[in-house]
């Protein structure tokens, strides 16, 4: 069974960057990969996604700080900049498959603290 790993995730200063990755375990034939992040106590809010095609959309909070390059069908990043506290997330990875369920990563920590 395919699954997603994700890692990157740690501890970084607010103004610092990480590095997020997401990589599938086997062959998938994804549409659109992106990425979650969720608070305790929260739903799961969309951060990132990218689309085959290359089209990407962020939603506003994370606009000009992260990004999502894309380097197969089967491996994305998050690039997330000038870090904040608010920031603070376990942050999960997911990829989409045509008539077939979404794929979920099993998320990473990240803690923006100084």
């Known amino acids: 069974q395919v699954q997603l790993v994700e890692s990157g995730g740690g501890l970084v200063q607010p103004g610092g960057s990480l590095r997020l990755s997401c990589t599938a375990s086997g062959t998938i034939s994804s549409n659109a990969m992106g990425w979650y992040c969720q608070i305790p106590g929260k739903q799961r809010e969309l951060v990132a996604v990218?689309?085959?095609?290359?089209?990407t959309n962020y939603t506003d909070s994370v606009k000009g700080r992260f990004t999502i390059p894309r380097e197969n069908a089967k491996k994305v990043y998050l690039q997330m900049n000038s870090l904040k506290p608010e920031d603070t997330a376990v942050y999960y990875c997911y990829a989409d498959r045509p008539a077939r369920p979404r794929l979920w990563g099993q998320g990473t920590q990240v803690i923006v603290s100084s």
């Open positions: 990218i689309g085959f095609g290359g089209g």
